[in-house]
């Protein structure tokens, strides 16, 4: 391994057909292919495999996340596209669901179709 080798990112799914629509439609992944055993997607030259469960329960913390210049407009983007951003009641968040750290960074999480937690973030 090296600092520069691609990176594989690994997300369950019980309904793959769900995953592949959020993933690809709504969130606008490249789609590469679609198997037995996942559904593939490229980003920036890394892959992102939707891997398909039986049964699982979701990680109660984020899992994946994209790093965005303008978070205020990828969040209303998304939101636009019906996508619901998630507002914790331990946070200090603004109405659109983002909350800034005390670094700075701010943040905004939401589910894909299985309760997956993924997030933007921007620095």
Same mark, same amino acid.
């Given at each position: 391994m090296t600092p520069d080798s691609k990176l594989i990112g690994f997300i369950p799914t019980r309904d793959a057909?769900?995953?592949?629509?959020?993933?690809?439609?709504?969130?606008?992944l490249r789609f590469v292919s679609d198997d037995a055993?996942?559904?593939?997607?490229?980003l920036n030259?890394?892959?992102?495999?939707l891997v398909r469960i039986e049964e699982f329960t979701p990680a109660p913390y $984020?899992?994946?996340?994209? #790093?965005?210049?303008?978070?205020e407009s990828s969040v209303k983007e998304l939101a636009a596209k019906g996508l619901a951003f998630q507002q914790y009641?331990?946070?200090?968040?603004?109405?659109?669901?983002i909350w800034t750290a005390p670094g700075g960074a701010r943040i905004?999480?939401?589910?894909?179709?299985?309760?997956? $937690?993924?997030?933007?973030? #921007?620095?």
């Open positions: 057909a769900r995953a592949l629509d959020f993933y690809q439609n709504l969130l606008g055993f996942a559904i593939v997607f490229e030259g890394n892959m992102i495999r $984020t899992i994946l996340g994209w #790093q965005v210049e303008d978070i009641s331990f946070l200090e968040q603004s109405e659109e669901g905004a999480w939401f589910h894909d179709p299985d309760g997956n $937690t993924l997030s933007l973030s #921007q620095d």
